[in-house]
């Protein structure tokens, strides 16, 4: 039975080698990085060199678009923070019960079920990293080492280097580690305020308290050096997923006014949501957190991911041009071993293979996500024809080798790139360019590298850029194929959801809430077009 195996693609793009070289050698270049990639160009590249001005870094800041935030709600968090608001603290250990163990995906969903309960607690909501020396990570990060990370005694050329000194780097003091290496946690959420307590409680002890089995519902108080009395809730993954989940089971959480402004919503905006209940409550919420900006990338990340995604061939036909463009996530790797195999015998059933240990391949192919794209969507001119509709197709996977592979085996190819599919899509499709043989921020699995391969913050560093690239531009396109049994999937369902209002308040202040024909109350949310390739139809609980 043919099975679908992780191996190496085409070479690495020359932008994004210019950030590993600078990054393992610390050259003096990095100073400098917009000098130094011109040296790796030759002159005729005029268009590469000229997109890599960093220019658009807020465009790759996140992962929705600029224009769907509102930068007022953070600055006004900012101008209004005072250490007299930071009474009550929900505080989400990343590193605690291994969840930064766990991929990109699964992290930031546990990050987004931390947003949720702690504003729904009325509490400023703390990430707490371990100091960079109790860090279990080269670099104090799981999602590695930029260059910005260093201090500034390393920002020397090799040859000036000892062999000694590359074994010795030194992460700044204060340079974020952990989760928050990769996210800027906002000031609305936050509220500016420190770590509380920080005289009395260490690391080691906010470990003990969020790690308990009563850490979600046995809050603790500590005395600040002020005498300020600060009431505080500290949990890791583990027990803030099992709260989240008992409480949504049991309808738990309701909507109000006041959770709403928790999450940036303005009166009328919270006054809407306070009527809202279920899947459509927390679309709300979760639009609400998209407007306010919730999920802001690191200035060292967005800058990294700029520098990569402007390298691509995808980037050459449509950046410039602002074009839009189509995506499809296929996750195969060591998902086919569990999770996906039920839906992967299911499917291969409905084609007539019955027997389960002999089927056509392990995985479900790729024209089968292609299916989505349907042949009604094309309109028929007045002579009979079909007026097709070209695609530029953005395809994110750990298996790319083998879905290239598909790919050139399909029908109706007009090159080397495009199929016409259902005699209606032209399909142009493009993929990351990375070198890399490991698709997982671990290595070629969740758990590591199957062959122990040593690894490094550098390798790591890598592989996360390549991973955030493509969570980027899956989460930007127009048209988002993919499931929801991968975290990534999920993820992508969370970040494409938007606040869909009409003017709803008069002038005395009250709220008209439309109903639908049929009297049925309307979302006042929508969801950025997204088609489910294969597997449940309905969607989870944001960050489950």
């Known amino acids: 039975m043919p099975s679908s195996t992780q191996q190496r693609p085409s070479s690495i793009p020359k932008a994004y080698a210019a950030t590993l070289l600078l990054g393992v050698a610390m050259s003096p270049f990095i100073i400098n990085l917009q000098g130094s990639l011109s040296s790796f160009y030759p002159s005729s590249s005029f268009f590469l060199r000229r997109s890599l001005s960093f220019n658009d870094i807020d465009k790759y800041s996140t992962l929705q678009d600029v224009n769907d935030i509102d930068p007022s709600i953070e600055s006004r968090a900012k101008a209004e923070a005072s250490d007299d608001k930071c009474s009550n603290m929900f505080l989400y250990l990343p590193d605690a019960q291994h969840f930064s163990e766990h991929g990109h995906g699964s992290q930031i969903n546990t990050y987004i079920v931390s947003v949720l309960i702690g504003t729904y607690l009325n509490r400023k909501v703390l990430l707490v990293e371990p100091p960079n020396d109790m860090s279990t990570y080269a670099g104090a990060s799981q999602f590695g080492c930029p260059v910005d990370a260093f201090e500034a005694i390393h920002m020397k050329s090799p040859a000036s280097s000892s062999s000694t000194a590359s074994n010795s780097w030194q992460i ?309 194929v993919g499931e929801f049994n991968s975290n990534w999937g999920r993820l992508m369902r969370t970040m494409r959801v938007r606040l869909d209002l009409p003017t709803l308040q008069d002038d005395g202040g009250n709220i008209y809430i439309d109903k639908k024909a049929g009297g049925a109350l309307p979302k006042y949310s929508k969801t950025l077009d997204m088609r489910i390739a294969w597997g449940p139809r309905t969607p989870r609980l944001p960050g489950q």
């Open 172 to 480: 700044k003091e204060n340079f974020p580690g952990g989760l928050s290496r990769l996210i800027d946690h906002p000031t609305w959420l936050s509220g500016g305020c420190p770590i509380p307590c920080a005289d009395t409680y260490s690391y080691d002890d906010w470990v003990k308290i969020a790690t308990a089995p009563t850490a979600m519902s046995t809050p603790i108080s500590c005395k600040e050096s002020n005498g300020r009395t600060v009431n505080v809730i500290a949990t890791g993954g583990g027990e803030m997923r099992k709260y989240f989940r008992s409480k949504a089971r049991s309808n738990h959480f309701i909507a109000n006014e006041r959770w709403g402004t928790k999450l940036g919503a303005t009166l009328t905006e919270a006054r809407i949501f306070s009527t809202l209940s279920n899947n459509a409550m927390f679309d709300y919420a979760v639009g609400l957190m998209i407007k306010a900006g919730f999920l802001r990338l690191q200035p060292w990340i967005a800058r990294d991911v700029e520098m990569f995604i402007k390298s691509f061939d995808l980037f050459q036909k449509i950046g410039t041009k602002n074009q839009v463009y189509d995506s499809i996530h296929v996750r195969r790797g060591d998902k086919l071993i569990m999770e996906a195999r039920d839906e992967v015998v299911k499917y291969w059933r409905s084609q007539g293979h019955s027997d389960e240990e002999n089927l056509p391949t392990n995985y479900i192919p790729f024209a089968h996500y292609l299916s989505q794209f349907k042949k009604e969507e094309c309109l028929v001119n007045q002579l009979g024809e079909v007026n097709r509709i070209p695609r530029v197709v953005y395809v994110a996977t750990d298996d790319p080798v083998v879905v290239k592979e598909e790919i050139a085996n399909l029908p109706n190819r007009i090159d080397d790139r495009t199929v016409l599919w259902n005699d209606c899509h032209e399909l142009s499709f493009y993929f990351n360019p990375t070198d890399e043989s490991a698709f997982h921020l671990n290595g070629d699995g969740e758990t590591g590298f199957s062959d122990g391969t040593e690894d490094t913050c550098f390798n790591r560093y890598h592989r996360n850029i390549a991973s955030i690239a493509d969570m980027v531009i899956l989460a930007k396109s127009r048209t988002f």
